[in-house]
């Protein structure tokens, strides 16, 4: 049965694609690609590949063992979600937009004016990320855990005790930071610095997702840049590249390029991983939606409903303020630590929907975020494109190389608030400084011929013929005014005096 299942998949899954593939709609630049991307590695590869190589890592780690319906209605669920996500994301009134690229000078003065403000920008925000991510980086590099994190055993979730995840996650402003400016002194090389060694820096604490984020936003900058809907093939071999360099941290945690450093040798750590290739939990977003399955509803009786929305409205208050502030969602009907050892699992949009409400609310879920994501993405392409629309966009899209893994509304926004934080610094200093933009510009050249027609001459009638193309003013020469009079209403598609 569920080998029935994994081969409706993939031919689910290459239709869809080469059906995008062949639209008008198709781009980088559309959430779908990256949906697409993340469901055809996680839920149509994974499955073919668990079925040749025997996968069981995840089951033994996790303390479960799904029986073959669980997992092919785990697989259905998956494939549900993605088509509920795909078919509200091209609703008319959603993302069934072609990308497209607004050619204005105006737009290349603006970026060309704002960029000597980011450097305030960055002198703003950066010292507080750098802080951040070398904290991270020198506990890792002595081999120590970050000292305000704890683990709770019963909920799985690491959480502060004595400092402030503000603190913690400041270093996510150096995606926006390292990618925008790269941009805006158009990629040359002393601009592409900055980029790389965060994400030399970032891959030796043995965390990938902001790295992965970084270079995604400077691939989709550069894109841009290049007015190009998608890379062309030769760019095949840096995507390897990242592929190699994500398996490689996956494998050590950045162990051994924290050695190559001067880092710490801890004999007692052995990273020769026995797992098989994309056996690890890093891949195992299938495997936790067969533990979803496998809990929701038949051992806990009950649905989440969504009240994990509700951790929107505590997240944002710091422990050291709240010292009884709730671990997780503010209200929970059942623990998923009750029933196996989901330690570190992410669920994804189609878990998290079948937890909220089944079937119905894998639809609801991943319909709700592929219209919404969608409209987002109309918004800008119908734009004018400004910088800060451009740089909000591109910094804005790889936030979900995380969001779709984990599947919660609460990290988008979680994310949002320090990859937007750079660009709103830059906002308020150019603001302050009073710095035109392109819309300024047109604006008031929009008044200024306003006011000039308004205060211009009315036109004669010779005036009138005068103004009229070449070809249709030589039909009148040599007439009687009154037939030219005549003439001139009937091309106007009026009826003559």
Not at 247 to 269: K, M, N, P, W
Not at 332 to 342: C, E, H, L, V
């Amino acid at each position: 049965m569920f080998e029935v299942a994994v081969a409706l998949s993939l031919l689910a899954y290459v239709a869809v694609s080469v059906t995008y593939l062949r639209s008008r709609y198709f781009s980088v630049f559309h959430p779908f690609t990256l949906y697409c991307l993340f469901h055809g590695l996680v839920f149509v590869l994974r499955p073919v590949l668990s079925i040749w190589l025997e996968y069981d890592y995840v089951y033994r780690a996790h303390h479960f063992m799904p029986t073959t319906g669980d997992r092919t209605v785990a697989l259905l669920a998956a494939n549900l979600g993605f088509l509920a996500f795909a078919f509200f994301s091209f609703r008319p009134g959603s993302g069934a937009v072609e990308m497209r690229f607004v050619a204005d000078p105006l737009l290349q003065d603006e970026r060309y004016r704002l960029s000597r403000y980011f450097i305030w920008a960055m002198a703003i925000c950066a010292p507080v990320a750098v802080w951040s991510l070398w904290g991270q980086f020198g506990a890792a590099l002595n081999n120590e855990a970050y000292a305000d994190m704890v683990l709770d055993r019963t909920t799985g979730v690491a959480y502060n005790t004595t400092g402030t995840g503000y603190f913690y996650e400041a270093q996510l402003m150096l995606v926006p930071l390292t990618t925008i400016i790269a941009w805006v002194f158009r990629f040359r090389l002393l601009a592409l610095l900055p980029a790389a060694v965060f994400v030399l820096v970032r891959a030796g604490t043995g965390g990938r997702g902001p790295f992965i984020a970084a270079l995604f936003a400077l691939g989709l900058f550069y894109l841009y840049h290049i007015r190009r809907k998608y890379p062309p093939l030769r760019a095949a071999m840096g995507l390897l590249a990242i592929g190699a360099l994500f398996v490689a941290i996956g494998q050590d945690r950045g162990y051994g390029l924290r050695t190559a450093l001067g880092g710490e040798v801890d004999s007692r750590i052995n990273f020769e991983s026995s797992e098989p290739f994309l056996g690890g939990m890093d891949w195992s977003n299938m495997e936790y939606l067969e533990y979803v399955v496998y809990v929701v509803p038949q051992r806990s009786q009950s649905y989440t409903y969504f009240t994990e929305l509700l951790q929107i409205f505590t997240e944002p208050i710091p422990r050291v303020l709240w010292p009884g502030k709730p671990i997780g969602p503010p209200i929970k009907f059942f623990s998923m630590f009750d029933y196996g050892y989901p330690i570190g699992a992410t669920y994804s949009l189609p878990g998290v929907g079948w937890m909220g409400l089944g079937w119905l609310g894998v639809i609801m879920l991943c319909g709700a975020w592929g219209y919404v994501l969608g409209l987002i993405y109309r918004r800008f392409v119908e734009s004018d494109q400004s910088t800060f629309k451009v740089a909000a966009y591109m910094c804005f899209l790889p936030i979900f190389v995380v969001a779709f893994r984990d599947g919660l509304v609460l990290t988008v926004l979680r994310q949002s608030v320090f990859y937007m934080f750079p660009i709103v610094v830059w906002v308020a200093i150019a603001r302050l400084f009073n710095v035109p933009l392109a819309s300024d510009l047109r604006a008031a050249a929009a008044r200024l011929r306003r006011r000039e027609a308004m205060h211009a001459p009315a036109p004669s009638e010779t005036d009138q013929l005068e103004s009229q193309p070449a070809p249709i003013a030589a039909l009148y020469d040599g007439l009687p005014p009154a037939v030219r009079r005549r003439r001139l209403a009937l091309s106007h598609g009026q009826r003559p005096d």
